[in-house]
């Protein structure tokens, strides 16, 4: 089995910060992709941003400058820095892993429960 478990959501004023954290446990191989995604209320689920194993990231528009993440290969964890925060990041946020359980495994996507992050203006 394979566990995502996410931490740090929470209620913050506009113009703050939260940083979340996500752990992946269990049996795998390799993990290739660690992203952070999120669903507002009423709208669909976009990403938020990505990291990859080699180390690329890339972002979506609304969070460029603002959210960072970053991730440890060696733990298995993925941070998403979230500074500068907006009404309109309100959501619920999930962390997703693309991963392996073994060398020449099919590639599997596990998501985890999700947490909530409450900007108030």
């Known amino acids: 089995q394979v566990q995502l478990v996410e931490s740090g959501g929470g209620l913050v004023q506009a113009g703050g910060s939260l940083r979340l954290s996500c752990a992946a446990s269990?049996?795998?191989?390799?993990?290739?992709?660690m992203s952070w995604y999120r669903r507002a209320p009423g709208k669909q689920r976009e990403l938020v941003a990505a990291?990859?194993?080699?180390?690329?990231?890339n972002y979506a528009d609304s969070v460029k400058g603002r959210f960072t993440i970053s991730r440890d290969n060696a733990k298995n964890t993925v941070d998403l820095q979230m500074n500068t925060l907006k009404p309109e990041d309100t959501a619920v946020y999930y962390c997703?892993?693309?991963?392996?359980?073994?060398?020449?495994?099919?590639?599997?996507?596990?998501w985890g429960q999700g947490t909530q992050v409450t900007v108030s203006s």
């Open positions: 990291a990859t194993r080699g180390g690329s990231t």
């Open positions: 997703y892993a693309a991963l392996r359980r073994g060398g020449m495994a099919p590639q599997e996507q596990h």
């Open positions: 269990g049996s795998f191989f390799s993990i290739n992709v």
